[in-house]
């Protein structure tokens, strides 16, 4: 069997006996690898020396990798879901090592476009395909805890940072002796920039093509030993029939969800961009912050612990409570958390990381808990291409977050200079971006009966569910 046809959709059907505890782990070896996306604050100073520019022009880099990563899962996800999780995640890696050689000839020549050609656009295509190849996949294993399945491979994006952040530290100093990772001023120069890229590239890709040996999907009919389909009829919004994805955007429901996520990424993002600077800040006296700039980089990975384990705690506990009452209380005790941090969070730097980082953990779990909401209003059919079409709403999050915070800190003062009050008039405007995520949440209902599929198109599980 040759290479290609052994990435076709039916060489990828499990065996019998086949155990679906094999699949999150394969999943997660994805994930990891294109969360390296949240650890690329590691090296932007070291960038910005290198290519003589400012911040903005560095963090362009990030944006369009988003951005890609939002149009990537829209555009691919149907394809995603005719093509199997095998070809999707073998196609993620080749474009996601590509992104960081392209970014590594661009960083040797000096030419910053190519690393917004590689970072940006390859890296985040591979971003947007890799995000949603094992999803639908794992919820057809685990009809029973789709939120506990997708956490578990979700929660592998936003923990790779904590992977990707010391790793690339280190590897930096072990190719630029002058670098050293405990000093926030220290930069790197062009050298051990593009060997590292070069070593991340190749890396990832070896990493990656373990997840690609050993995805299955299950058979045709398969279902867990105990569990009867009939149970998912017991559950609010949990539907046994089928929708399309592209009938799926033409529903209510689907762009209330949209805004419900868009809400929900656009304030936790707002956090997790400004997190380092920000801690500072709110405890700056006289012009002297009782927070180091070391201490301000354990806080970032604290918030990156929080918003791992959000996306697996959190999403685990929706198959219990529901998805909507899950969303119900990121938003609503959200809105809470965010007033309180905007009132009180400097009145102690425990209470403030607390209160940042159960924010962070509602972000995550968010993410985590979205595609077993898409799975209970449009059933399993093309989830994948669904999720894919939902993500848009993290790419427009992914602008509209950090733009509300740092326009109003330009409007505060200067960097280094700020104070907690200058951070309220932001906090206040994400309660109210809560709070109109909450309200959408609210608005959700099933979806019509117009929209679902003919029988003949469901699934064995389905119909079986259905009748």
């Not at 999943?27 to 390296?36: E, K, N, Y």
């Not at 405007?429 to 909450?438: E, K, P, Q, R, S």
Request: hydrophobic share 50%; net charge neutral.
């Amino acid at each position: 069997m040759s290479l290609l046809s052994a990435l076709d959709h039916k060489h990828t059907v499990a065996p019998e006996g086949y155990s679906r505890w094999l699949i999150p782990p394969a999943a997660l070896a994805v994930h990891l690898c294109i969360g390296q996306a949240y650890a690329t604050s590691v090296y932007k100073n070291s960038f910005i020396a290198h290519f003589d520019t400012g911040q903005t022009a560095i963090g362009v880099i990030f944006s369009i990798a988003i951005v890609m990563l939002g149009l990537s899962a829209a555009v691919c996800g149907t394809w995603v879901e005719r093509n199997g999780p095998r070809k999707a995640m073998f196609v993620s890696a080749c474009f996601w090592a590509a992104g960081f050689l392209v970014s590594a000839l661009g960083i040797g020549t000096g030419q910053l476009w190519l690393v917004y050609l590689g970072y940006g656009v390859l890296g985040g295509i591979g971003l947007g395909i890799g995000y949603i190849s094992p999803v639908s996949t794992l919820i057809k294993w685990f009809p029973d805890r789709p939120g506990l399945a997708t956490g578990l491979a979700i929660m592998g994006f936003g923990g790779g940072a904590l992977i990707a952040s010391p790793a690339s530290r280190q590897l930096l100093s072990y190719y630029d002796s002058g670098y050293d990772p405990s000093v926030s001023g220290s930069v790197a120069d062009g050298h051990a920039l593009v060997l590292l890229f070069v070593t991340l590239g190749i890396g990832y890709f070896l990493i990656m093509m373990f997840g690609v040996a050993n995805i299955r999907v299950p058979a045709p009919g398969w279902r867990p030993a105990g569990w009867d389909p009939s149970e998912v009829t017991a559950k609010p919004l949990v539907t046994t029939a089928s929708v399309s994805a592209a009938n799926a955007i033409r529903t209510r429901s689907f762009w209330l969800l949209w805004i419900v996520l868009f809400c929900n990424v656009t304030a936790g993002i707002g956090i997790l961009e400004q997190a380092s600077p920000m801690i500072q800040d709110f405890f700056r006296t006289n012009g002297t912050s009782a927070v180091a700039v070391a201490a301000a980089g354990g806080f970032v990975g604290v918030l990156s612990l929080f918003n791992m384990a959000g996306r697996f705690a959190w999403s685990s506990t929706s198959d219990l409570i529901g998805r909507k009452p899950a969303y119900m209380m990121y938003l609503g005790v959200g809105m809470v958390l965010y007033l309180l941090l905007a009132t009180v969070g400097d009145s102690a730097i425990p209470l403030f990381v607390v209160l940042a980082g159960v924010i962070l953990s509602f972000y995550g779990g968010g993410f985590a808990t979205v595609p077993a909401y898409l799975r209970d209003l449009f059933g399993t059919y093309q989830v994948g291409a669904i999720h894919g079409r939902l993500l848009t709403a993290w790419s427009a999050a992914g602008i509209a977050g950090p733009l509300i915070i740092n326009g109003f800190l330009d409007a505060q003062g200067k960097p280094g200079t700020l104070t907690a009050s200058a951070y309220q008039p932001a906090l206040l405007t994400m309660v109210g971006v809560l709070a109109i995520g909450f309200l959408a949440n609210l608005l959700i209902r099933p979806v019509p009966p117009a929209h679902h599929e003919p029988a003949a198109d469901r699934s064995p599980l389905e119909k079986e569910a259905a009748a």
